[in-house]
């Protein structure tokens, strides 16, 4: 791999977090770890319209579940309850360029503000369709 080096001293301007509420967000990658504490966990990053970066961390625990199935009904990912998703890399690689609304937060670390991931926000459901009455005749 080449490197064309360019003496910058700054990160871009769409570096700055997203401001706080709920984004159109486009998953853009992912790559399954293991957490601090040794947990199985999907590090997942998000890309905004205007091509900034958000972060995210799935942890495989009973604490996080909640997270993890608002993560997959907010990607119309539609698992049946109690359905096994095998989370291999094969599968975590086909989310990339799915879409949906994502509510951030902001938060301070390491003197930096960041985004945090406060909730991932499932479709609405699709409006039921009418159907046409039958003529009765009598």
Known sequence: M????????EAPK???PLSEGVHTLTIDGGEL???AAGNPMLEITLKSEDGR?????????????????????????QPQEDEEIDF?????????????????????????QKNDVR????PAPAPATKT?????TA
């Open 33 to 35: 770890r293991t957490s």
């Open 132 to 136: 046409a009455r039958s003529k009765v």
């Open 88 to 112: 291999n890399q094969k599968f975590v690689d086909s989310l990339k360029g799915a879409t949906g609304q994502v509510e951030l937060a902001i938060r301070e670390w390491e003197g930096k």
């Open 53 to 77: 970066l958000v972060w995210d961390y799935l942890t495989f625990t009973e604490k996080a579940v909640w997270k993890v199935d608002s993560f997959l009904r907010c990607f119309d990912m």
């Open 119 to 122: 909730n991932y926000i499932a």
């Open 14 to 16: 769409n570096s700055a």
């Open 2 to 9: 080449k490197y064309k080096y360019t003496n910058r001293t």
